[in-house]
């Protein structure tokens, strides 16, 4: 863990005495990782600014409610979590899951890729798994929470927590994969 002058924890004690500026330090401090999370379950950037702004607000007029101040990280993101799928069901309540139909194709066998065209292939992959998986994959992969604090923020057990991890990375791994020549 990289060294901090001041504790999430000792910001949250300040914030919840109605010191202001340490909570303007705490959003300053998570603001962009949160915003890269919601980014990336809402696929809208507008709307991933005002549910991060959102959340950031509920977190704030709760900060009586979180139990263990040294804890903030995940039950931030938890907020965060909940207000993007909140948002997710109003805007599509009638979709689940890929209305296309269509089997990805592995990507050509080849040279090697560019770092945007990489960047590009694993969006459209991600695309391709469900809410849940791609949460996994972003929480895990992208923001590098543990597993328990995974479980804490998707609200569902460690075991639930990593099958989803292990589903979705296989079918990334599939799907990312070149297609092996013909013999």
Do not use: C
């Not at 401090?29 to 600014?49: C, H, P, Q, T």
């Not at 945007?116 to 798994?129: F, G, K, P």
């Amino acid at each position: 863990m990289i060294f901090r002058e001041v504790e999430d924890r000792d910001l949250v004690g300040k914030a919840r005495r109605g010191d202001v500026d340490a909570y303007n330090l705490l959003v300053s401090r998570w603001e962009k990782r949160v915003f890269n999370y919601v980014f990336r379950l809402v696929s809208n950037r507008e709307d991933a600014m005002d549910v991060t702004q959102d959340a950031f607000l509920k977190a704030y007029q709760n900060l009586g409610k979180l139990d263990d101040a040294g804890r903030f990280a995940p039950w931030l993101f938890r907020i965060a979590h909940n207000e993007s799928f909140s948002l997710l069901r109003k805007m599509k309540p009638e979709v689940a899951g890929d209305e296309s139909g269509i089997e990805p194709e592995p990507l050509p066998p080849g040279p090697r890729m560019l770092p945007m065209e990489t960047s590009l292939a694993v969006n459209a992959a991600l695309a391709r798994l469900t809410p849940e998986q791609k949460e996994a994959v972003v929480l895990k992969v992208y923001q590098g929470f543990k597993f328990d604090e995974m479980s804490e923020i998707l609200g569902i057990p460690v075991s639930t927590v990593k099958s989803r991890l292990y589903t979705a990375l296989e079918l990334l791994k599939n799907s990312l994969s070149p297609v092996s020549p013909a013999r």
